[in-house]
């Protein structure tokens, strides 16, 4: 058998984390009948504390890990950018966990940093995770967690997004205005809270301009998305317009239509959240929802260092909205 672990108490317990570990300290906030309980059970089971973590949490690390799904997507490496600059003003290293879009090793990744190595989270979910368990336990253990760009709506925290929904909205009836009624928006996760609300967005934009609908739902797997967009494409019923959820489904698009000789935007126009610094330099360029990304890492920063000033969590949902900007380039051009 491993070490026990703080964690593993709590739970034999049937105990949060911080009641045990204030327990353990003969904190006065806990009742003398709970103090006595946890430490014998921790007897019984020779727990030994981890005096890293618990000298980090005491005296602080200076350090703050940002956990994000994947770095190919230019978004995330702006935000980090922004991230940097909060981070270094106040004299902060910053480490950065990918977890490639796996809750698995998103469970493990907020395990590994349960044992005080840092002093703050800022974090942006993977598209399989649904739920937040996992993450609930840095507020047991009084590490401040900031969601950016993907987020839990139900988490009370600080959130900091763009106006998905109204961005949404936008890129579709974008998509109208350029000639096109029937519209397929391509979906990445249906777990993921920005892919629901630019979803919405454009139904509603549907319903508003008359337009058919379809939603495809595709995955995190390039050549699996190829398949599905080359079988929605090649038949005689495909959309005459795309508003792809993420920057990499609107390139598999470009590459099914040059596989199929679709012309883009003569039979196809798209629309794409994205940052990419080629979207101007695609063939044809191509007409993109940018989210400010330095600002949503930046204003996520600050409000995680706000936290670590104050030396507390966040116990209340805060939601910061900076609105992204709708760039039109040839692939949405007129016929």
Do not use: W
Not at 64 to 79: K, M, R, Y
Not at 129 to 156: Q, S
Not at 168 to 189: K, P, Q
Not at 306 to 327: D, G, M, Q, Y
């Amino acid at each position: 058998m491993g070490q026990i672990t703080i964690k593993e108490l709590a739970q034999r317990l049937n105990l949060s984390i911080s009641t045990v570990s204030r327990a353990l300290s003969d904190s006065y906030e806990i009742s003398q009948a709970t103090r006595d309980k946890v430490k014998l059970l921790a007897q019984e089971l020779n727990y030994t504390p981890n005096l890293y973590a618990s000298s980090l949490r005491s005296q602080k690390s200076k350090t703050i890990a940002v956990i994000i799904p994947e770095i190919l997507n230019n978004f995330f490496a702006l935000a980090i950018d922004g991230i940097e600059e909060i981070a270094q003003q106040h004299g902060y290293h910053v480490l950065i966990y990918l977890t490639h879009d796996d809750h698995v090793k998103e469970a493990a990744m907020v395990q590994h940093l349960l044992n005080g190595r840092v002093d703050g989270i800022l974090m942006s979910v993977a598209s399989e995770t649904n739920e937040a368990n996992h993450i609930a336990e840095f507020v047991n253990m009084e590490i401040p967690v900031v969601f950016f760009d993907r987020v839990f709506d139900d988490f009370k925290t600080v959130k900091i997004v763009t106006d998905d929904h109204q961005s949404g909205y936008n890129a579709t009836g974008h998509l109208f205005e350029r000639g096109c009624m029937d519209v397929a928006y391509l979906s990445i996760s249906q777990n993921l809270s920005i892919d629901k609300k630019r979803m919405d967005g454009y139904l509603d934009a549907c319903k508003k301009f008359n337009l058919q609908s379809r939603v495809i739902n595709c995955t995190q797997n390039d050549d699996d998305n190829r398949d599905i967009l080359t079988k929605a494409l090649a038949g005689s019923n495909a959309p005459d317009g795309i508003f792809a959820s993420v920057e990499k489904l609107a390139i598999t698009t470009y590459e099914v239509c040059h596989a199929l000789d679709i012309n883009i935007p003569g039979k196809l126009k798209i629309v794409s959240f994205s940052n990419l610094r080629i979207a101007s330099l695609l063939k044809p360029s191509l007409t993109t929802i940018a989210q400010p990304a330095f600002e949503i890492g930046k204003q996520a920063a600050l409000a995680l260092f706000r936290a670590l000033k104050n030396n507390t969590v966040f116990t209340k949902s805060e939601e910061i909205v900076i609105p992204s900007t709708l760039i039109e380039r040839e692939s949405t051009a007129a016929r």
